[in-house]
């Protein structure tokens, strides 16, 4: 693995994006979304995690984020959205969704039937000031750009209304310069 996608300096702040498995559009309903809001309030409150831009996407999530450690907390996060992903999908008998998982799934995880998230979050550290703002804009002009919203702030999975001053979904970690 090249080092530019490995944590390798602890509480700096990293760019971060984990994609479902294939690209599976698995957050089109508030049931999915919250799961990740929920984890992510957690992983907040509980782990140490700092956050200071997000969205969930239908097939992806991106972060900027710091935490002593990082590695393990999106671990921990992914394993657990993964589980209750899964559970939700049963319980709502989404088959197709778990045919999918099931379908794509590494040959080589034998631990579940299933696989959600693809493997690795592609951390990249921010060690400059306008590439955080740049990534920040990244971050919240995606829906647009996918023509989900006409403004950034209208998608509600994302941090875009904490910058404007609007309270967002999760809230945010205070930059520190």
Same mark, same amino acid.
């Given at each position: 693995m090249r080092t530019r996608y490995k944590i390798i300096e602890n509480e700096s702040i990293y760019f971060i994006t984990s994609t479902i498995i294939e690209w599976i559009p698995v957050f089109t309903k508030k049931e999915y979304f919250d799961i990740i809001v929920?984890?992510?309030c957690y992983c907040r409150q509980k782990k140490g995690l700092k956050l200071f831009a997000y969205i969930v996407m239908d097939n992806h999530i991106h972060l900027?984020?710091?935490?002593?450690?990082?590695?393990?907390?999106?671990?921990?996060?992914?394993?657990? @959205?993964?589980?209750?992903?899964?559970? @939700?999908?049963?319980?709502?008998?989404?088959k197709w969704l778990l045919n999918q998982f099931e379908f794509y799934k590494k040959k080589y995880k034998k631990d579940s039937a299933y696989q959600v998230w693809q493997e690795g979050f592609h951390p990249q550290v921010i060690t400059k000031e306008y590439v955080l703002k740049q990534k920040i804009e990244y971050i919240h002009y995606n829906p647009v750009k996918r023509g989900l919203v006409k403004q950034e702030d209208h998608w509600i999975y994302s941090s875009a209304a904490n910058y404007i001053g609007d309270k967002g979904c999760i809230k945010l970690d205070t930059i520190e310069t």
């Amino acid at each position: 693995m090249r080092t530019r996608y490995k944590i390798i300096e602890n509480e700096s702040i990293y760019f971060i994006t984990s994609t479902i498995i294939e690209w599976i559009p698995v957050f089109t309903k508030k049931e999915y979304f919250d799961i990740i809001v929920q984890s992510l309030c957690y992983c907040r409150q509980k782990k140490g995690l700092k956050l200071f831009a997000y969205i969930v996407m239908d097939n992806h999530i991106h972060l900027l984020a710091s935490a002593e450690n990082l590695s393990q907390i999106i671990k921990d996060f992914k394993s657990f @959205t993964a589980r209750k992903i899964i559970e @939700t999908a049963r319980a709502e008998k989404r088959k197709w969704l778990l045919n999918q998982f099931e379908f794509y799934k590494k040959k080589y995880k034998k631990d579940s039937a299933y696989q959600v998230w693809q493997e690795g979050f592609h951390p990249q550290v921010i060690t400059k000031e306008y590439v955080l703002k740049q990534k920040i804009e990244y971050i919240h002009y995606n829906p647009v750009k996918r023509g989900l919203v006409k403004q950034e702030d209208h998608w509600i999975y994302s941090s875009a209304a904490n910058y404007i001053g609007d309270k967002g979904c999760i809230k945010l970690d205070t930059i520190e310069t």
